[in-house]
T-cell receptor, first 110, second 115 residues
Framework: RKEVEQDPGPFNVPEGATVAFNCTYS??????FFWYRQDCRKEPKLLMS???SGNEDGRFTAQLNRASQYISLLIRDSKLSDSATYLC???????????FGAGTRLFVKA | AAGVIQSPRHLIKEKRETATLKCYPI?????VYWYQQGPGQDPQFLIS???????DKGSIPDRFSAQQFSDYHSELNMSSLELGDSALYFC??????????????FGPGTRLLVL
């Protein structure tokens, strides 16, 4: 079993839809959590860090559930420009090593 | 705002040759990370440096080595290149906060093709 797993995707949604991605992690010592978006053949771009209390940035909301060991990303009012691969990343306590999930591909259609 | 700089952006080498990739972190970032991403794969952590010392190690082959210099830039040295080394190599940098390394920001990557 991979240390960080994501919904397999792809997700095909119409513009304006709300879509949610989940990411589970197996190491209970995980401390820091992040969502990145990656466009084809480009570098991952930080979308948001995920805090215990949950956090929101415009149309994007991230949640952390330590008890069930998962993080989620909610995108409201999807735009065509949201089409990308969304990667979750987890870093363990006391370490620098960051494990990425395999990514979830999102296609937003007009 | 200044971002992570990587050079070269593209590199073509032959089997058994060597390659050196360079990374210049965001100003005032003291931590550098190297990742390898094959086609359709997620980024695989190779190695990281904090304050010029190796801070963590992932799936970096013994044929590869890296270091961080006094100006915080880092170089990834790859020797005896194999076809399977063809991939995108990303460098990321972060600052170090009270709770440990902060969020990482990625450079544009070096696309390495080994023929």
């Amino acid at each position: 079993r991979k240390e960080v797993e994501q919904d397999p995707g792809p997700f095909n949604v119409p513009e304006g839809a709300t879509v949610a991605f989940n990411c589970t992690y197996s190491n209970s010592a995980s401390q820091s959590f992040f969502w990145y978006r990656q466009d084809c053949r480009k570098e991952p771009k930080l979308l948001m860090s995920v805090y215990s209390s949950g956090n929101e940035d415009g149309r994007f909301t991230a949640q952390l559930n330590r008890a069930s060991q998962y993080i989620s990303l909610l995108i409201r009012d999807s735009k065509l420009s949201d089409s990308a691969t969304y990667l979750c990343a987890v870093r363990n306590t006391g370490g620098f090593k960051t494990i990425f999930g395999a990514g979830t591909r999102l296609f937003v259609k007009a | 705002a200044a971002g992570v700089i990587q050079s070269p952006r593209h590199l073509i080498k032959e089997k058994r040759e060597t390659a050196t990739l360079k990374c210049y972190p965001i100003p005032r970032h003291d931590t550098v990370y190297w990742y390898q991403q094959g086609p359709g794969q997620d980024p695989q952590f190779l190695i990281s440096f904090y304050e010029k010392m190796q801070s963590d190690k992932g799936s970096i082959p013994d044929r590869f080595s890296a270091q961080q210099f006094s100006d915080y830039h880092s170089e990834l040295n790859m020797s005896s290149l194999e076809l399977g080394d063809s991939a995108l190599y990303f460098c990321a940098s972060s600052s170090f906060g009270l709770a440990g390394p902060e969020a990482q920001y990625f450079g544009p990557g070096t696309r390495l093709l080994v023929l």
